[in-house]
């Protein structure tokens, strides 16, 4: 029989979703699944085969093409299928704040309280003490105000929000002075003059990208201007010849002029990181206390909670801001906000935030503590593993990640892998697909995993997952 006429028979052979799925009623696996998922599978895995047969990448045996040899493929797609699609992952890539990995980690602390919110009815907008409607942001300002010193605050889904909802309130069709220096681009493609543009505020333009002085700023002033806007440029840093306006010297300025003075900080932080011996970052109590009429920044990244924009500021300003229709499209929900409120609560010791809050336990983490957790881990898997892998440990560079921090390296140490019989693309690749992921890097053709990031209850999986991919490769090499 020639190459089409295989195709051909076994293409004739191959059955009907409806006959596969008559097969499924009398597997165990298949019967307990939603019907839904078992025609989805049926479908998927039969197309799935014909696809093969006809591209010629896979041609059977006829037998292999019956209904009861399938049902294999069935169950696997099934489970993917039926697989959750967001998933816990292991961050072995050193990047603290990983904005694809989900940024900040919650305090395991905070885990009763945000349970209890999710699985129970609140008083989410309910005014306990006056028995009436209230607000939902009651549940936050209160110890933001404590820990800031501001005002008051209110807070919304992201910091982007939060910057659009300021604008949009204290200067649509109005001018805003920025300097050309802090016109930053954040992931996603999404621009300061872009969110400007959408408030409908005007972007005014003031100095150059390396060198604006507080005369470029007076000399933008008119009868159009609402506000002053000072950004700060997290996720990037001009260095050399340089000059810019300190946030004192422009609230200055915005007072003289009448003018309303706001600072995005982006990855806002109550947290002076000098202290640790880190490169120090503006705090938001910092921003407060020089004066600023409103400061926005995001509630994960560097602050370690979940994602939100927080707004802080004069009691006026945030009145206006709060008041304004755009803010129920912008507004978080519930669990964000008990998240949010759990985190803050932890900020009231410092000690007690640095120690239970993940995102600043691994900035502060010192490298002789992570060199003792890379040898730790080293041995567990040497223990394990068996012949086939070269381990090594070795010193690398860490990141803060999450627009933070961008010339911060933090010394760390990483556990780099070698297999026999796989490079170290194909060790990406079947660590980043096992149960779960494991993300780490590549250099100089080794897979290294970088134990910053890695938190304390995982080192089992990951030597769990190096055993098994050292097996899977060793059978690979040596068929029985």
Not at 196 to 208: C, D, P
Request: hydrophobic share 45%.
């Amino acid at each position: 029989m020639d190459h089409d006429a295989t195709k051909q028979h076994l293409l004739s052979r191959l059955p009907a979703v409806d006959r596969l799925l008559d097969a499924a009623r009398n597997d165990a696996f298949l019967a307990g699944l939603p019907r839904s998922v078992v025609v989805a599978a049926a479908r998927d895995t039969v197309a799935r085969v014909r696809e093969d047969i006809l591209a010629g990448r896979r041609v059977p045996e006829p037998e292999g093409v019956t209904a009861t040899a399938l049902l294999p493929a069935v169950h696997q797609r099934a489970r993917a299928l039926g697989a959750f699609r967001l998933k816990r992952t292991i961050n072995a890539t050193g990047v603290v704040v990983h904005t694809n990995l989900g940024r900040s980690l919650l305090a395991p602390a905070i885990g009763d309280h945000l349970w209890e919110i999710a699985a129970r009815y609140s008083n989410l907008e309910f005014d306990l003490a006056r028995g009436k409607r209230g607000s939902r942001y009651s549940a936050v300002e209160a110890i933001l105000c404590e820990i800031s010193g501001a005002e008051a605050a209110m807070v919304v889904n992201n910091n982007a929000g939060a910057v659009l909802l300021c604008l949009e309130t204290l200067a649509r069709a109005r001018q805003v002075v920025v300097s050309r220096g802090e016109l930053v681009e954040i992931g996603g493609a999404f621009r300061i003059p872009d969110v400007m543009a959408k408030s409908g505020a005007v972007l005014k333009e003031v100095g150059t990208t390396n060198r604006t002085h507080l005369r470029d700023y007076e000399g933008a002033i008119g009868p159009d201007t609402a506000m002053l806007l000072k950004v700060h440029t997290s996720n990037y840093a001009v260095v050399g010849f340089t000059a810019s306006v300190d946030l004192k010297s422009l609230v200055a300025l915005g007072r003289a002029s009448g003018l309303v003075v706001m600072e995005d900080l982006g990855s806002g932080n109550f947290i002076d990181f000098s202290r640790y011996g880190l490169v120090g970052e503006p705090t938001v109590q910092h921003s407060v206390a020089a004066g600023v009429d409103v400061v926005t920044f995001s509630g994960d990244k560097l602050l370690g909670g979940p994602q939100a924009g927080i707004i802080l500021g004069k009691a006026p300003i945030i009145q206006k801001v709060r008041a304004n229709p755009l803010t129920r499209a912008l507004r978080i929900d519930k669990l964000t906000l008990a998240a949010l409120e759990a985190t803050l609560h932890l900020y009231r010791d410092e000690a007690r935030a640095i120690a239970e809050i993940p995102t600043l336990r691994m900035l502060t983490v010192t490298a002789g503590q992570l060199e003792e957790r890379a040898r730790a881990l080293a041995a567990m898997i040497t223990a394990k593993a068996g012949a086939g892998l070269w381990l090594q440990v070795v010193g690398r560079a860490s990141k803060a990640g999450g627009g933070a921090l961008p010339l911060l390296e933090l010394p760390s140490y990483c556990l780099a892998l070698r297999v026999d019989g796989l490079s170290a693309a194909a060790i990406e690749k079947r660590m980043r697909r096992n149960d779960p992921p494991i993300i780490g890097r590549i250099e100089d053709e080794m897979f290294l995993m970088d134990v910053r990031t890695i938190q304390p209850d995982e080192p089992p999986l990951i030597v769990a997952a190096v055993e098994g991919l050292v097996q899977r490769s060793s059978d690979e090499r040596h068929p029985s």
